[in-house]
């Protein structure tokens, strides 16, 4: 990148404008021809998304240069009439005739010229009548403005003109040669964020990339939203600039926590690994012992523990079996222990391929506790909490949640399988399994 280059970038970022090295090299050569003895006005025709930062461009250049800013917001259907006379609400007021009309946005801007430079932005023309582009071409090429028998020159000074377009129409191709086209893309996601004064985990970013027609504009209206909330999450907010419907994801707290854990040296608050412990007394307390010769003769090492506690009709011993790993989870699922409610963290080997994807994201810090690692393996639009101890690697799975044992395994309950029969002896109660 050459010098001058480098040093136009660097004023527009100065004033927030954050230009690509391409898009800075058009405003120097864009400043430099205003600056020859040329009576045509220079003109620049941004073409772009709505919210790409077109207009913002332009009003950025005007600081840049210092210089006098006319701004006018074309409408649908406005013709040629309103570029050369404007209203004057005040003579309008006084009912004046003689004052109720004053110079238009071109005659102002060419008036402006014999006492410094000025930029003209023409927003929006793509919204005004098509002969609007032949009128204004005259006034381009040649720096001059007819009305009627009068004609206006421009002065001593440039006129630089931005002329916008959301492309709700073609532009006259005439005026299409005499400017310098440019496309305004939509920024890198880093300069995206760079431009909002975001860190480069911000859950905007994953905003971005999910909804294409999200704009600067809009992201930094829902910044203002948040600071006037006095939070860094809002859902309500965002979704009057987007359909939340686009993200597949469960909320914008777990886009927040996800990029949380991308930030090297995070500290979070490191739990306790919670061992999930099944009550099989709430079950039916007459058939605990058929449960627990049931699991003791599985083959796996099931552990059961004995608490007294609070009831409805008094204190009830209660018989707990604690569930270790997702293989004991999905045994006693087979089993037919599909009402019950569980939770906490599972022991479960997770697979080289699943280890490199690059879907798992681990946290910068670990317990000092106990030396454990916790992070998030994403798997489609759902999350799961995994953690690392010892080299053995556990998830935490909750049945109130989407992040059950079968999601998590890309299973359906109805796909497991139910091999059992009711053992008369127990009535409906009892189950005789097939082993």
Known sequence: MSEKIQETQQRLKDLGYFASEDLAKL?????????????????????GKSG???????????QMIGADEKFVQCFPRMGTENFQYDVNIEGVMKQDADSSIKAGILLQALQQSQEGPVVLVIDELDKA?????SFLLDFLENGRLTTGTDTY???KFPIYTFITSNDKREIDE???????RV???RPEKELFLEILGLPENHYLGYIYDKCPNFSIRQARQYIEDLEILGTEIDEDALSQYINLGELDVMSLADLQHLGELESEGLEVDLPDLEICQINLSRINSDVVPVWIDLLQNSGEKFEFESKEEDGYYGRNENIYVNIRNTHQLEMIRNYGLFDVSYSGWFAHELSNDDMESGNIIWAGNKSKRDGTRFGIKID????????????STFVYLDSSSDNTLEHFLGQEVDEIEQEYETDSEYGDDGRDYDD
């Not at 790409?52 to 005007?62: C, I, R």
């Not at 009548?129 to 582009?133: G, T």
């Not at 799961?384 to 080299?391: E, F, H, S, T, V």
Request: net charge positive.
């Open 27 to 47: 405003v120097l050569l864009f400043e430099a021809s205003g600056k020859r003895d040329k009576k045509s006005i220079p003109t620049l025709l941004l073409q």
């Open 52 to 62: 790409a930062g077109k207009t913002f461009l332009a009003e950025t250049f005007s």
């Open 153 to 155: 020159e421009r002065g």
């Open 183 to 185: 496309e305004v893309p």
């Open 174 to 180: 005439a005026l299409i040669n005499r400017s310098k």
């Open 129 to 133: 009548r098509p002969e609007v582009d």
């Open 380 to 391: 489609g639009d759902r999350m799961y909490r995994i953690a690392m101890n010892r080299g």
